[in-house]
């Protein structure tokens, strides 16, 4: 960046628009500012104080339909920041303000679609740590969760204890009101919630199971009674539409078209990630010792990067715990295909072991219990498959690969190098096993 901020037309690739006011300007970070990006996206830039440094790759995985999609950032920059998808929603303290507290449904959405959100981004090992009425739009009555992870606190019980005040909030217009106040069913989990001992508060997923089985009566809104017009009054013309009702309907859209892009999006990310695998079974059936080698490297590479605790060693005991697994499938598909070739015709030694070791590398990258480095692989390509450029690169590149690889493993003949005595040892005992199943 250059220049001073309130001067400036661009923040690093994006072009700015109008400076977002309210809970958008303000809050654990610096002001906010609605943007295009170089594709035209309508995107939110927060800027950070100097020397924060968000971890945008993990705030890019948090994915829920009630968190805000983080695109994009810079925390290396003279004043980092952070990129996010525009929300075109208004802060829970401006709706209360004018609507009033919040009762029944639309009490029930916004305290499960919180500990939904503080769920989500739990589970990457990250915290909100500024979770209040002004980081929560509302867009079409439900919750969005904005500007999480910009502070130092990495606390996952102080978020709950948020959670419970901002709910509070919803329902009676202060976060301080006493739990009388609020509506039974929902009273003891923000009490709970609450708990001064953080240890004693439930996790923001048990939050979110619990109040999915709430239901919630609506208090009815007081009616005041209106004095009668004279006669001689003319009938009042209709009232203007309001600018919150005008914005209902346009923000509907823009959530429903969110919604789709995420899972248009998800898609491509699952198709990619199909192609990763396809290439390296190919490979392994190429090449079985080295493939077996670079697969068992990849998937706990990946593991260590998906994980949240325990580091690389948790993700290295996840990928032994799946060798036993592999290798039976390993050594099954060989055999299979010896014993079907007692019923007729003669199947090449070294391509059966080679097969067998494919079907192992498939088994370490995705079989049933087997679901880390895919998921994983997703979370990667699921940034490149939000812009259609990306997608078109990344899905030619990849589709070629996996064309040649599968090419490769029909006609080449496997190779096991390094280990040559190995490869002279499976060749010479396939053979014996063929020959006496071909007997009986």
Not at 347 to 354: N, T
Not at 367 to 389: H, I, T, W
Request: hydrophobic share 50%; proline share 10%.
């Amino acid at each position: 960046m250059s220049g001073e901020i309130g001067h400036q037309e661009h923040i690093g690739p994006y072009r700015l628009l109008s400076r977002l006011g309210g809970g958008a300007g303000t809050g654990a970070g610096g002001a906010a500012h609605r943007a295009a990006g170089a594709d035209g996206r309508d995107v939110a830039i927060r800027l950070l104080p100097p020397g924060a440094a968000p971890d945008i790759t993990r705030m890019r995985e948090v994915l829920s339909p009630y968190v805000v999609d983080v695109l994009d950032g810079d925390p290396t920059a003279s004043q980092p920041y952070v990129v996010s998808r525009f929300v075109p929603g208004r802060p829970l303290a401006e709706t209360v303000a004018e609507q009033g507290p919040m009762s029944g449904d639309a009490l029930h959405r916004m305290a499960f679609g919180l500990a939904k959100a503080l769920a989500a981004i739990h589970r990457t090992g990250l915290a909100h740590g500024d979770l209040g009425p002004e980081t929560v739009l509302v867009v079409d009555g439900a919750p969005v969760v904005v500007d999480f992870a910009l502070t130092e606190s990495t606390s996952a019980g102080g978020d709950v204890r948020a959670w419970a005040a901002t709910v509070t909030f919803a329902a009676t217009g202060t976060p301080e009101a006493p739990a009388d106040d609020l509506p039974p069913g929902l009273r003891p989990l923000v009490i709970a919630a609450a708990d001064p001992d953080p240890g004693a508060r439930p996790s923001a997923a048990e939050l979110a199971a619990a109040t999915s089985r709430l239901t919630m009566p609506t208090a009815p809104a007081p009616r005041r009674p209106e004095p009668p017009a004279p006669a001689s009054t003319p009938p009042p013309a209709p009232a203007p539409a309001s600018p919150v009702a005008s914005r209902a309907v346009p923000a509907a859209s823009a959530t429903a078209a969110d919604a789709h892009e995420l899972a248009v999006a998800r898609g491509w990310a699952r198709l990619l990630a199909a192609m990763v695998v396809v290439i390296a079974v190919g490979i392994v059936i190429m090449a079985p010792i080295a493939g077996l080698v670079l697969s068992l490297g990849a998937v706990t590479l990946l593991r260590v990067a998906g994980t949240t605790a325990r580091g690389w060693a948790r993700a290295l005991g996840r990928t032994l715990l799946t060798v036993p697994y592999a290798a039976a499938f390993t050594v099954a598909v060989p055999l299979g295909l010896v014993a079907v070739s007692a019923v007729g015709g003669e199947i090449d030694s070294l391509s059966a072991c080679a097969f067998g070791a494919g079907t192992g590398a498939a088994v370490l990258w995705t079989a049933p219990g087997v679901s880390g480095p895919r998921r994983q692989l997703e979370r990667l390509f699921l940034s490149v498959a939000r812009r259609p450029r990306r997608i078109a690169a990344a899905g030619i590149v990849l589709g070629v690969l996996a064309l040649a690889a599968v090419f490769g493993a029909l006609t080449l003949t496997p190779s096991f190098s390094p280990m040559y005595g190995l490869q002279s040892s499976l060749e010479g005992t396939m053979d014996r096993l063929q020959t006496a199943v071909n007997r009986f």
